[in-house]
Protein backbone atom coordinates (compact mmCIF):
# COMPACT_ATOMS: atom_id res chain seq x y z
CA UNK A 1 0.00 0.00 0.00
CA UNK A 2 1.48 3.53 -0.87
CA UNK A 3 1.84 5.97 1.59
CA UNK A 4 -0.74 8.95 1.79
CA UNK A 5 -0.65 11.50 -1.02
CA UNK A 6 1.14 14.81 0.30
CA UNK A 7 -0.19 16.87 -2.40
CA UNK A 8 -2.25 18.50 -0.83
CA UNK A 9 -0.87 18.24 2.65
CA UNK A 10 1.16 16.98 5.40
CA UNK A 11 1.10 15.43 8.72
CA UNK A 12 1.65 18.68 11.17
CA UNK A 13 2.32 19.30 14.32
CA UNK A 14 -0.91 20.32 15.08
CA UNK A 15 -1.95 16.79 14.63
CA UNK A 16 0.26 15.88 17.75
CA UNK A 17 -2.02 17.96 20.25
CA UNK A 18 -5.44 17.23 20.80
CA UNK A 19 -7.57 14.90 23.43
CA UNK A 20 -4.48 12.62 24.65
CA UNK A 21 -4.96 11.58 28.38
CA UNK A 22 -1.50 9.53 28.69
CA UNK A 23 0.53 11.79 26.71
CA UNK A 24 4.27 12.73 28.29
CA UNK A 25 3.85 16.46 27.37
CA UNK A 26 0.70 19.11 28.19
CA UNK A 27 -0.04 22.13 27.21
CA UNK A 28 -2.46 24.74 28.92
CA UNK A 29 -3.17 28.34 27.88
CA UNK A 30 -3.11 31.00 29.93
CA UNK A 31 -4.43 34.29 28.44
CA UNK A 32 -3.73 36.48 30.60
CA UNK A 33 -3.65 40.50 29.75
CA UNK A 34 -4.67 42.32 33.18
CA UNK A 35 -2.41 44.96 34.69
CA UNK A 36 0.81 44.46 31.80
CA UNK A 37 2.59 47.41 32.19
CA UNK A 38 2.49 47.89 28.39
CA UNK A 39 -1.14 47.81 27.02
CA UNK A 40 -1.55 44.75 24.92
CA UNK A 41 -3.24 41.98 23.77
CA UNK A 42 -0.99 38.78 25.14
CA UNK A 43 -4.49 37.04 25.94
CA UNK A 44 -4.39 36.40 22.12
CA UNK A 45 -1.41 34.32 22.23
CA UNK A 46 -2.46 30.85 22.94
CA UNK A 47 -5.11 30.87 19.56
CA UNK A 48 -2.62 32.72 18.14
CA UNK A 49 -0.11 29.36 18.71
CA UNK A 50 -2.71 27.12 18.65
CA UNK A 51 -3.45 27.91 15.09
CA UNK A 52 0.06 28.50 13.59
CA UNK A 53 0.68 24.76 14.41
CA UNK A 54 -1.04 22.93 11.53
CA UNK A 55 1.46 25.06 9.27
CA UNK A 56 4.39 23.31 10.41
CA UNK A 57 5.85 19.90 9.82
CA UNK A 58 7.03 16.94 12.58
CA UNK A 59 10.23 16.52 10.74
CA UNK A 60 13.37 18.05 11.30
CA UNK A 61 15.54 18.31 7.59
CA UNK A 62 18.54 19.29 9.63
CA UNK A 63 18.79 16.05 12.00
CA UNK A 64 16.42 13.31 10.23
CA UNK A 65 13.77 13.47 13.14
CA UNK A 66 10.14 12.87 12.81
CA UNK A 67 8.59 14.34 16.03
CA UNK A 68 5.93 11.60 17.33
CA UNK A 69 5.20 12.59 20.55
CA UNK A 70 2.12 13.82 21.37
CA UNK A 71 0.30 17.11 23.38
CA UNK A 72 -2.26 16.56 25.86
CA UNK A 73 -3.99 20.35 25.48
CA UNK A 74 -5.87 20.73 28.89
CA UNK A 75 -7.32 23.88 27.12
CA UNK A 76 -7.02 27.41 28.77
CA UNK A 77 -7.81 29.09 32.06
CA UNK A 78 -10.71 31.23 31.94
CA UNK A 79 -8.59 34.72 32.87
CA UNK A 80 -11.25 37.09 30.73
CA UNK A 81 -10.61 39.96 32.84
CA UNK A 82 -8.96 38.97 35.84
CA UNK A 83 -5.46 40.25 37.77
CA UNK A 84 -2.97 38.70 38.31
CA UNK A 85 -3.68 38.27 42.18
CA UNK A 86 -7.07 36.23 41.34
CA UNK A 87 -5.10 34.33 38.75
CA UNK A 88 -2.63 32.88 40.78
CA UNK A 89 -4.70 30.00 42.24
CA UNK A 90 -6.35 29.22 38.82
CA UNK A 91 -3.35 28.89 37.22
CA UNK A 92 -1.31 27.38 39.48
CA UNK A 93 -3.98 24.35 39.65
CA UNK A 94 -3.83 24.23 36.23
CA UNK A 95 -0.23 22.95 36.10
CA UNK A 96 -0.34 21.08 39.11
CA UNK A 97 -2.76 19.25 37.71
CA UNK A 98 -0.13 18.11 34.41
CA UNK A 99 2.67 17.61 36.56
CA UNK A 100 2.98 13.89 36.43
CA UNK A 101 4.04 14.27 32.59
CA UNK A 102 7.28 14.58 31.18
CA UNK A 103 6.82 18.28 30.54
CA UNK A 104 4.11 20.85 31.00
CA UNK A 105 4.19 23.86 28.31
CA UNK A 106 1.96 27.24 29.53
CA UNK A 107 1.12 29.59 26.73
CA UNK A 108 0.48 33.43 27.89
CA UNK A 109 -0.36 35.32 28.79
CA UNK A 110 1.89 38.19 30.02
CA UNK A 111 4.54 37.39 32.00
CA UNK A 112 2.64 37.36 35.60
CA UNK A 113 1.56 33.58 34.97
CA UNK A 114 5.30 32.48 36.19
CA UNK A 115 4.93 32.78 39.45
CA UNK A 116 1.73 30.62 39.58
CA UNK A 117 3.37 28.16 37.33
CA UNK A 118 6.62 28.13 39.54
CA UNK A 119 4.27 27.66 42.57
CA UNK A 120 2.92 24.86 40.68
CA UNK A 121 6.53 22.79 41.24
CA UNK A 122 6.88 23.42 44.64
CA UNK A 123 8.77 26.48 46.12
CA UNK A 124 11.13 24.50 47.90
CA UNK A 125 12.19 21.90 45.57
CA UNK A 126 12.04 24.50 42.02
CA UNK A 127 14.94 26.14 40.05
CA UNK A 128 13.92 29.16 37.78
CA UNK A 129 15.38 30.20 34.59
CA UNK A 130 14.34 33.07 32.52
CA UNK A 131 15.24 33.89 29.24
CA UNK A 132 14.07 37.21 29.10
CA UNK A 133 15.71 41.16 28.50
CA UNK A 134 14.37 42.31 31.89
CA UNK A 135 15.04 41.57 35.75
CA UNK A 136 10.77 41.63 36.11
CA UNK A 137 11.95 42.66 40.00
CA UNK A 138 9.81 45.87 40.25
CA UNK A 139 8.06 46.70 43.49
CA UNK A 140 5.37 45.10 44.17
CA UNK A 141 3.62 48.03 46.34
CA UNK A 142 0.96 48.38 43.80
CA UNK A 143 0.38 44.91 43.29
CA UNK A 144 0.73 42.56 40.68
CA UNK A 145 1.68 42.50 37.39
CA UNK A 146 3.48 41.71 34.06
CA UNK A 147 6.89 43.43 36.07
CA UNK A 148 7.54 41.41 39.00
CA UNK A 149 6.75 37.98 39.21
CA UNK A 150 10.60 37.63 40.06
CA UNK A 151 10.31 40.18 42.86
CA UNK A 152 6.91 38.63 44.13
CA UNK A 153 8.79 34.85 43.67
CA UNK A 154 11.48 36.42 46.03
CA UNK A 155 8.88 37.39 48.61
CA UNK A 156 7.47 34.62 48.33
CA UNK A 157 10.45 32.66 49.90
CA UNK A 158 12.35 31.42 46.68
CA UNK A 159 16.07 31.53 47.34
CA UNK A 160 17.60 33.99 44.33
CA UNK A 161 20.11 31.43 44.55
CA UNK A 162 17.99 29.10 42.83
CA UNK A 163 17.17 31.83 40.29
CA UNK A 164 19.20 32.08 36.53
CA UNK A 165 18.40 34.86 34.75
CA UNK A 166 19.52 35.37 30.55
CA UNK A 167 19.57 37.45 28.37
CA UNK A 168 19.09 40.74 30.12
CA UNK A 169 19.42 43.87 28.03
CA UNK A 170 21.29 47.09 28.16
CA UNK A 171 19.06 50.43 28.87
CA UNK A 172 15.92 48.02 29.34
CA UNK A 173 16.72 47.49 33.31
CA UNK A 174 17.02 49.75 36.27
CA UNK A 175 19.92 50.00 38.29
CA UNK A 176 17.88 49.27 41.31
CA UNK A 177 16.71 46.16 39.63
CA UNK A 178 20.33 44.95 39.03
CA UNK A 179 21.10 45.54 42.92
CA UNK A 180 18.20 43.97 43.94
CA UNK A 181 19.55 40.58 41.62
CA UNK A 182 22.99 40.50 43.04
CA UNK A 183 21.68 41.25 46.21
CA UNK A 184 19.35 38.32 46.23
CA UNK A 185 22.17 35.83 44.60
CA UNK A 186 20.22 35.67 41.15
CA UNK A 187 22.88 34.85 38.56
CA UNK A 188 23.04 37.30 36.22
CA UNK A 189 24.31 36.69 32.55
CA UNK A 190 23.36 39.58 29.85
CA UNK A 191 23.05 39.85 26.52
CA UNK A 192 26.26 40.54 25.76
CA UNK A 193 27.40 37.25 26.98
CA UNK A 194 24.67 35.29 25.39
CA UNK A 195 25.89 36.86 21.94
CA UNK A 196 29.99 35.83 22.91
CA UNK A 197 29.32 32.38 24.64
CA UNK A 198 26.17 31.07 22.40
CA UNK A 199 22.91 31.56 23.98
CA UNK A 200 22.38 27.13 24.07
CA UNK A 201 26.07 26.88 25.89
CA UNK A 202 24.91 29.45 28.76
CA UNK A 203 21.27 28.12 29.27
CA UNK A 204 23.28 24.75 29.49
CA UNK A 205 25.40 26.24 31.87
CA UNK A 206 22.93 27.87 34.19
CA UNK A 207 20.71 24.40 33.66
CA UNK A 208 24.08 22.49 34.94
CA UNK A 209 24.47 25.37 37.75
CA UNK A 210 20.33 25.14 39.06
CA UNK A 211 20.17 20.87 38.99
CA UNK A 212 22.98 20.88 40.97
CA UNK A 213 20.68 22.93 43.91
CA UNK A 214 17.05 21.78 42.62
CA UNK A 215 14.99 18.55 42.38
CA UNK A 216 13.29 20.30 39.43
CA UNK A 217 13.34 23.67 37.02
CA UNK A 218 11.10 25.77 35.48
CA UNK A 219 11.84 27.72 32.16
CA UNK A 220 10.15 31.23 31.79
CA UNK A 221 10.82 32.19 28.04
CA UNK A 222 9.80 35.68 27.76
CA UNK A 223 9.98 36.22 24.34
CA UNK A 224 10.93 39.41 24.23
CA UNK A 225 14.41 38.73 24.93
CA UNK A 226 14.62 37.85 21.25
CA UNK A 227 15.90 41.09 18.93
CA UNK A 228 12.90 43.11 17.82
CA UNK A 229 13.82 42.88 14.16
CA UNK A 230 13.31 39.19 14.31
CA UNK A 231 10.09 39.62 16.87
CA UNK A 232 8.09 42.91 17.00
CA UNK A 233 5.33 40.77 18.13
CA UNK A 234 6.30 41.89 21.84
CA UNK A 235 5.93 45.45 23.30
CA UNK A 236 9.22 45.20 25.44
CA UNK A 237 11.40 43.70 22.59
CA UNK A 238 14.38 45.52 21.96
CA UNK A 239 17.04 46.04 19.40
CA UNK A 240 20.07 43.91 20.22
CA UNK A 241 18.09 40.83 21.71
CA UNK A 242 19.11 37.69 21.15
CA UNK A 243 18.94 36.12 17.79
CA UNK A 244 15.83 34.20 16.76
CA UNK A 245 18.05 31.01 15.81
CA UNK A 246 19.61 31.39 18.86
CA UNK A 247 16.47 31.11 20.70
CA UNK A 248 15.52 28.25 19.29
CA UNK A 249 18.90 26.33 19.55
CA UNK A 250 18.10 27.26 23.55
CA UNK A 251 14.82 25.97 23.49
CA UNK A 252 15.86 22.53 22.49
CA UNK A 253 18.42 22.15 25.09
CA UNK A 254 16.16 23.27 27.50
CA UNK A 255 13.42 20.57 26.34
CA UNK A 256 15.94 17.68 26.45
CA UNK A 257 16.99 18.21 30.06
CA UNK A 258 15.26 15.96 32.06
CA UNK A 259 14.92 18.26 35.12
CA UNK A 260 12.84 20.85 33.21
CA UNK A 261 9.14 20.00 34.32
CA UNK A 262 7.35 22.92 32.90
CA UNK A 263 8.08 26.02 30.70
CA UNK A 264 6.01 29.13 29.71
CA UNK A 265 5.95 31.01 27.02
CA UNK A 266 4.99 34.99 27.94
CA UNK A 267 4.70 38.20 26.45
CA UNK A 268 3.26 37.41 22.76
CA UNK A 269 1.11 40.09 21.57
CA UNK A 270 -0.48 38.70 18.24
CA UNK A 271 -1.69 42.26 17.83
CA UNK A 272 1.77 43.72 17.01
CA UNK A 273 1.95 40.78 14.23
CA UNK A 274 4.12 42.01 11.15
CA UNK A 275 2.23 38.93 8.73
CA UNK A 276 2.21 35.68 10.49
CA UNK A 277 5.93 36.21 11.81
CA UNK A 278 4.89 35.95 15.85
CA UNK A 279 2.65 33.05 15.06
CA UNK A 280 5.32 31.12 13.45
CA UNK A 281 7.88 32.30 15.73
CA UNK A 282 6.06 30.81 18.44
CA UNK A 283 5.54 27.86 16.49
CA UNK A 284 9.21 27.01 15.83
CA UNK A 285 9.76 27.58 18.94
CA UNK A 286 7.21 24.80 20.26
CA UNK A 287 8.68 22.58 18.05
CA UNK A 288 12.16 23.06 19.29
CA UNK A 289 10.63 22.31 23.01
CA UNK A 290 9.03 19.13 21.45
CA UNK A 291 12.41 18.26 19.92
CA UNK A 292 14.21 18.56 23.09
CA UNK A 293 12.01 16.11 24.78
CA UNK A 294 11.72 14.01 22.32
CA UNK A 295 16.20 13.21 23.52
CA UNK A 296 15.04 12.87 26.63
Not at 131 to 141: E, G, P, Q, V
Not at 190 to 196: A, H, K, N
Request: proline share 5%; net charge negative; glycine share 10%.
Amino acid sequence: MSEQSEALGWRSVGDLVGNHPEARVAMIGAPLNERSLTPGRCDLGPKALRAALPRLSTYDVETGLELGIRVHDAGDVALKAVSPADAFEPVRDAVKAQTHRDLTILVGGNNAITRAGVHALGLERVGVLTLDAHFDLRDTDQGLTNGNPIQALLEDGLDGNRISQVGLAPFANTRRAHEKAKTAGINVRTVCECREQGLAAVVAQELERLSALCEVIYVDFDIDVIDRSQWPASPGARPGGVSVHDFFDAARVIGAHPKVRAVDLTEYDPSLEVGDLGSLTAGRWFCEILSGVSAR
